[in-house]
T-cell receptor
Framework: NAGVMQNPRHLVRRRGQEARLRCSPM?????VYWYRQLPEEGLKFMVY????????ESGMPKERFSAEFPKEGPSILRIQQVVRGDSAAYFC????????????FGSGTRLTVV | KQEVTQIPAALSVPEGENLVLNCSFT??????LQWFRQDPGKGLTSLLL?????REQTSGRLNASLDKSSGRSTLYIAASQPGDSATYLC?????????FGKGTRLSVIA
């Protein structure tokens, strides 16, 4: 039973390019959460999705960032026109239900913008 | 707005010592509290989950307690080992998705 799978593990983008981060939740989990960890900072909530629905995007920057969780396939966090300040570790977590017995996190994607 | 605070920010202890990490949260209306471990450059490993109706959970040398009414949790590590060196994160879930503290960076010196 594979855990939460994130890819790629490391991603390097030049300023102005697009970054696409993928997250496959644990089997049987239909709720996905994205978090960002900036260097020397805590983990900050970005967005919460269920299949085909964005439930809470209160932590998403207003511009350049978007997320989806289609009916088939992984959840995608998309960052357009990346800037150096987007360099961070992006973690995905999944739960079975909204009030689940704990979050399971993936290993993260480390984005470096050069 | 839920806020989670962890004290101390960093801790260095000799091997074999028992230690306590503290976590406090401002909104007591939580579903559960989770303690995680994060090694440098790695992901998060869940250590213990305490549901809001529970007072404590134990796993091996780890024991976590929860006092929901006072908004506090402690993580007790017995007989610390160098392999316990990592950052320990406390997080609570409630009306909002999981909210994290900034963590306690633990170093266990051999």
């Amino acid at each position: 039973n594979a855990g939460v799978m994130q890819n790629p593990r490391h991603l390097v983008r030049r300023r102005g390019q697009e970054a696409r981060l993928r997250c496959s939740p644990m089997k049987g989990h239909s709720h996905v959460y994205w978090y960002r960890q900036l260097p020397e900072e805590g983990l900050k909530f970005m967005v919460y999705l269920q299949k085909e629905n964005i439930i809470d995007e209160s932590g998403m920057p207003k511009e350049r960032f978007s997320a989806e969780f289609p009916k088939e396939g992984p959840s995608i966090l998309r960052i357009q026109q990346v800037v150096r300040g987007d360099s961070a570790a992006y973690f995905c977590a999944s739960t079975r239900d909204r009030d689940d017995y704990g979050y399971t996190f993936g290993s993260g994607t480390r984005l470096t913008v050069v | 707005k839920q806020e989670v605070t962890q004290i101390p920010a960093a801790l260095s202890v000799p091997e074999g010592e028992n230690l306590v990490l503290n976590c406090s949260f401002t909104d007591s209306a939580i579903y559960n509290l989770q303690w995680f471990r994060q090694d440098p450059g790695k992901g998060l490993t869940s250590l213990l989950l305490i549901q809001s109706s529970q007072r404590e959970q134990t796993s091996g040398r780890l024991n976590a307690s929860l006092d929901k009414s006072s908004g506090r949790s402690t993580l007790y590590i017995a007989a610390s080992q160098p392999g316990d060196s990592a950052t320990y994160l406390c997080a609570v879930s409630g009306n909002t998705p999981l909210v994290f503290g900034k963590g306690t960076r633990l170093s266990v010196i051999a």
